[in-house]
């Protein structure tokens, strides 16, 4: 048990669907992020929050939409994505904005695996 | 801008055996390094970091130690178990240049009884 809980665990869509993914951290840190990971590729990140502010779009196409409500919660709304968007989604938290902190560590949840038809 | 390489995978190794996964790095700071593990089904989780030069981080057997001087940050294990089977990623951390967390592609561990 890592802290950080994303649902769904996996998820299948067409790419006329419209659908979110759920984050969630009871570690009581500042920070969030949505992270994509692609088989043989590194960790591209997507959307980073810093109490609950949006800090950091990497350049991430505009059928992706994070939101973020609190900073207990992430979301990642999904809509027209094309199948190489088919991915594993994972969600991370710090307790300050990229390890800033003393431990520097970024905590994950198991991720959503994302298939797009 | 940072980035950090870290050797293709797989790398399948017997019990016992003797593990190194390379990682070397770019940074215009100075950056933190650390390596991850995922284990199959699960989230990345934090192995262990070094935050400066000569540092050496260790965990669970692993260790690997901050060489400035050769940009990098191998992961060494002395005898490899097959619970140790996994995704390892080398990452860095620079606040004082790219402000972000870098991943490497991942190495991908088999061991075999």
């Known amino acids: 048990e890592t802290g950080v809980t994303q649902t769904p665990r996996h998820l299948v869509m067409g790419m006329t669907n419209k659908k979110s993914l759920k984050c969630e951290q009871h570690?009581?840190?500042?920070?969030m992020y949505w992270y994509k990971q692609s088989a043989k590729k590194p960790l591209e990140l997507m959307f980073v929050?810093?109490?609950?502010?949006?800090?950091e779009n990497n350049s991430v196409p505009s059928r992706f939409s994070p939101e973020c409500p609190n900073s207990s919660h992430l979301f990642l709304h999904l809509h027209t994505l094309q199948p190489e968007d088919s991915a594993l989604y994972l969600c991370?938290?710090?307790?300050?904005?990229f390890g800033a902190g003393d431990t520097g560590e970024l905590f994950f949840g198991e991720g959503s695996r994302l298939t797009v038809l | 801008g940072d980035s950090v390489t870290q050797m293709e995978g797989p790398v399948t190794l017997s019990e016992e055996a003797f593990l190194t996964i390379n990682c070397t790095y770019t940074?215009?700071?100075?950056?933190?390094l650390f390596w991850y593990v995922q284990y199959p089904g699960e989230g990345l989780q934090l192995l262990l970091k070094?935050?400066?030069?000569?540092d050496k981080g260790s965990n669970k057997g692993f260790e690997a130690t901050y060489r400035k001087e050769t940009t990098s940050f191998h992961l060494e294990k002395g005898s490899v178990q097959v619970s140790d089977s996994a995704v390892y990623f080398c990452?860095?951390?620079?606040?004082?240049?790219?402000?972000?967390?870098?991943f490497g592609a991942g190495t991908r561990l088999t061991v075999k009884p």
């Open positions: 940074a215009t700071g100075y950056p933190s």
């Open positions: 929050y810093n109490f609950k502010e949006q800090t």
């Open positions: 070094a935050t400066k030069a000569d």
């Open positions: 990452a860095l951390s620079d606040l004082l240049g790219d402000n972000d967390m870098r």
């Open positions: 570690l009581g840190h500042n920070a």
């Open positions: 991370a938290s710090s307790q300050d904005i």
